[in-house]
């Protein structure tokens, strides 16, 4: 069973920056981040193939920046100029066939890292 880790979740005054990670057990062809409020379904933030193909919800674009490493089994989330409307439980996500920001079609889960951005 593919495992997901999510890793670098904080609290950060609004402005500030955090970066999250996520090792997978094994190289998956797609991998994204999700968040979650209380109250709200999961949404879709960004999301990258193994050849480099990105997408981003536009709330976050110009903000974000995803990536993976050379291996294909780390993935990334750069996140600046972060609000206060960003705090939300992130996940990592994966799955070997399709890759959108639509979180049903995502076979594998991380367990979450919490990001709170204060004013």
């Known amino acids: 069973q593919v495992q997901l880790v999510e890793s670098g979740g904080g609290s950060v005054q609004a402005g500030g920056s955090l970066r999250l990670s996520c090792a997978a057990s094994?190289?998956?062809?797609?991998m994204g981040w999700f968040r979650q409020t209380p109250g709200l379904e999961r949404q879709g933030v960004a999301r990258l193939d193994n050849v480099g193909r990105i997408d981003y919800a536009d709330s976050v674009k110009g903000r974000f920046t995803i990536s993976r490493d050379n291996a294909k089994t780390t993935l990334y989330l750069q996140m600046d100029s972060l609000k206060p409307e960003d705090t939300a439980m992130y996940y990592c996500?994966?799955?070997?066939?399709?890759?959108?920001?639509?979180?049903?079609?995502?076979?594998?889960w991380g367990q979450g890292t919490q990001v709170t951005v204060s004013s």
């Open positions: 996500a994966a799955d070997p066939t399709r890759c959108n920001l639509i979180a049903v079609n995502y076979r594998y």
């Open positions: 094994e190289n998956i062809f797609c």
